[in-house]
């Protein structure tokens, strides 16, 4: 891969995997069929979790996780202030309004201690995110959660192979492209207490009711569905779950690989002063490589950096615009000036390419032309 354009992430498919597609499409089921229940298996398995419910994007099983918890209308949902756009938007699809947290300036997750002074609020949900594959805080996290009565959904979608992380109360997975393994699209669910299983499977499906010992009213045939409230169709196809499937087998050698990436740039980026990796501990998963780069002292933008790198054959992207930016959340009352750890995050992050099929040899030209672009003549 040393001479192409280098995308900041990208998916691994080989071989097995089209194969996988293939007889998906050639058996007897498109949808709703062995292969998604294998996956949901491998992924529970894989998570240390009881069960699965796999769903048609990481989006829907975050809106799923909230529903299933019970999240609904005026209830209010804590996520920290730097993530992507879904894991606040989702509050939103159910009436609730997300509360954002402030996060470490360094690590760019969940601060426990801005989340203690969000208590007295009583919100419902707690949805801390693994950004860039490191797990939050989960047991300072935890204790608060259960303090104030709220319920722990973790958007692990940075995070699959990452430890400690997924085998709590509710957790959600995304099977982006981008993402450690994927499904093309698609999303899971992860808990352990069957009742939140059973909100989930049904949510996905419209929340129709075939089982007799749960009507409202006697059934007048095998035909007979209820619905009492409304749900969606989140269901993911065979083929996307075949897919998937086919990458589950994978995750092991994809995040040592990735492991071993984050490894050669920490190496090579000792000698950059101004640029640290965000510190990672040991168990990250490595979604992403995010740098925090002290761009005064270089005297370069980030703009301008990312268009040198890019001139060089290089993609990097920022993860992400704090949401009490965006003017949705703004309009809503919240002020990025309120979250100082948030803003030097995002004033100084960057990340940089990695997926599995990097070569060792990419390391070391996006790091060099880092240290170029930043140090060169002005
Ligand atoms: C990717 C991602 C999601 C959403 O997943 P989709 O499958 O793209 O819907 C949610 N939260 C985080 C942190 C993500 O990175």
């Not at 918890?69 to 920290?80: I, K, M």
């Not at 109360?169 to 352990?192: D, M, Q, R, W, Y």
Request: charge should be negative; include cysteine.
């Amino acid at each position: 891969m040393a001479e192409g354009f280098l995308p900041y992430g990208r998916q691994t498919i080989e071989d097995d995997d089209v194969e996988a597609v293939v007889r998906a499409l050639r058996s007897d089921f498109l949808t709703t069929g062995p292969e998604v229940a294998r996956f949901e298996s491998m992924v529970a398995e894989a998570v240390g979790a009881k069960w699965a419910v796999a769903v048609s994007n990481g989006t829907a099983a975050l809106h799923t996780a909230c529903f299933a918890a019970g999240v609904g209308e005026g209830d209010r949902v804590v996520v920290p202030a730097v993530t992507f756009l879904a894991t606040a938007n989702c509050a939103r699809y159910l009436g609730a309004e997300p509360m954002f947290c402030d996060v470490d300036p360094d690590s760019g997750l969940m601060s426990a201690r801005a989340l203690e002074r969000l208590l007295d609020e009583r919100p419902k949900a707690i949805l801390p995110v693994h950004l860039n594959g490191r797990a939050a805080d989960l047991e300072a996290i935890g204790r608060l959660a259960s303090d104030a009565g709220a319920v722990v959904i973790e958007d692990a979608a940075h995070a699959l192979g990452a430890g400690g992380i997924g085998s709590g109360e509710l957790a959600i997975f995304s099977f982006h492209p981008v993402k450690h393994v994927t499904c093309g699209e698609g999303g899971a669910i992860t808990g352990n207490d069957p009742d939140l299983e059973d909100r989930a499977r049904s949510f996905r499906n419209h929340m129709m009711e075939r089982r007799e010992d749960r009507l409202t009213n006697p059934s007048p045939g095998p035909w007979y569905y209820e619905a009492s409230e409304v749900g969606f169709n989140y269901r993911l196809t065979d083929i996307q779950a075949a897919l998937g499937c086919s990458q589950m087998g994978k995750l092991g050698r994809f995040v040592d690989r990735r492991r071993a990436l984050a490894a050669r740039y920490d190496e090579a980026l000792r000698d950059i002063d101004g640029v640290e990796p965000v510190p990672a501990g040991s168990e990250s998963a490595y979604h992403l490589y995010a740098v925090l780069i002290d761009f005064d002292r270089f005297g370069v933008t980030r703009a301008e950096l990312m268009t040198g790198l890019r001139d060089d054959g290089i993609g990097t992207q920022v993860h992400y615009i704090p949401l009490p930016m965006q003017p949705y959340y703004a309009k809503r009352g919240w002020r990025y000036e309120d979250f100082p750890g948030a803003r030097r995050y995002y004033e100084r992050v960057l990340s940089l390419p990695l997926f599995p099929a990097m070569a060792d040899d990419d390391v070391d030209r996006v790091v060099d032309s880092l240290s170029k672009r930043l140090e060169g003549p002005k």
